[in-house]
């Protein structure tokens, strides 16, 4: 069974351009959240979503969004970049919506803005 | 979402037992505890949860307090490959993880 899959691994992007990152969830997944770390941060939830509705949003300006397609990709966005959205986004899928499942990562998108 | 608090680092030799420990004081009673992983810049690893009883699988056992406000993750026979930071947390129905700073455990020879 294939892993969660990111794309692109690694970004480079300028100041006040937006980017848009890709996850392709474990087949069979529905639920796909969205994380962002950085050194001085950690670990930060940014989104997640369930049969395409965003059910939970983490603290983070509006510049950052996200959508679920019906096959259970989905995309996150950031638009006016800013220097300090550098960081490794992570996303993450699980199989139902309960409290009783574990998520899995995948390898992460490293975004550099410069 | 339950706070977690967890000792910044910890060292282990190689071999022995690495027991992790994790206070999380403000879980409420349905929320389970998780454990997870992460090794240098990879995506954070599963590696075992529990909501009031002790729980073990291949990779670790996983001890929860009676009273719910901490747990002890243990590698029984930690291996250099163990090296990494490993995070306790809670999760709510909606599959949102709140991670604290974790633990940065080195497996030494």
């Known amino acids: 069974k294939a892993g969660v899959t990111q794309t692109p691994r690694y970004l480079i992007k300028t100041r006040g351009q937006q980017v848009t990152l890709s996850c392709s969830p474990i087949s069979g997944h529905r639920s796909v959240s969205w994380y962002q770390q950085t050194p001085g941060q950690g670990l930060q939830f940014l989104f997640e979503?369930?049969?395409?509705?965003?059910?939970n949003k983490g603290n983070f300006p509006g510049r950052f969004s996200g959508r679920q397609f019906s096959n259970s990709r989905s995309e996150m966005n950031v638009s006016t970049l800013e220097l300090g959205d550098s960081a490794l986004y992570l996303c993450?899928?699980?199989?139902?919506?309960?409290?009783?499942?574990?998520?899995?990562f995948g390898q992460g998108t490293r975004l550099t803005v410069v | 979402d339950a706070k977690t608090t967890q000792p910044p680092s910890m060292d282990c030799a190689e071999g022995r037992a690495a027991n992790l420990p994790c206070n999380h004081s403000t879980i409420s009673g349905n929320e389970y505890v998780y454990w997870y992983r992460q090794i240098h810049s990879q995506g954070p690893q599963y590696i075992i949860h529990?909501?009031?009883n002790n729980e073990t699988n291949e990779m670790a056992s996983l001890i929860i307090t009676e009273d719910r406000k901490s747990s002890t993750l243990i590698l029984p026979h930690a291996t250099l490959r163990d090296t990494a930071v490993y995070y306790c947390t809670s999760h709510n129905a909606g599959n949102m993880l709140t991670f604290g700073g974790g633990t940065r455990l080195m497996v030494k020879p």
């Open positions: 993450a899928s699980s199989s139902t919506s309960t409290v009783n499942t574990e998520a899995f």
């Open positions: 979503y369930f049969s395409e509705t965003q059910r």
């Open positions: 529990g909501l009031k």
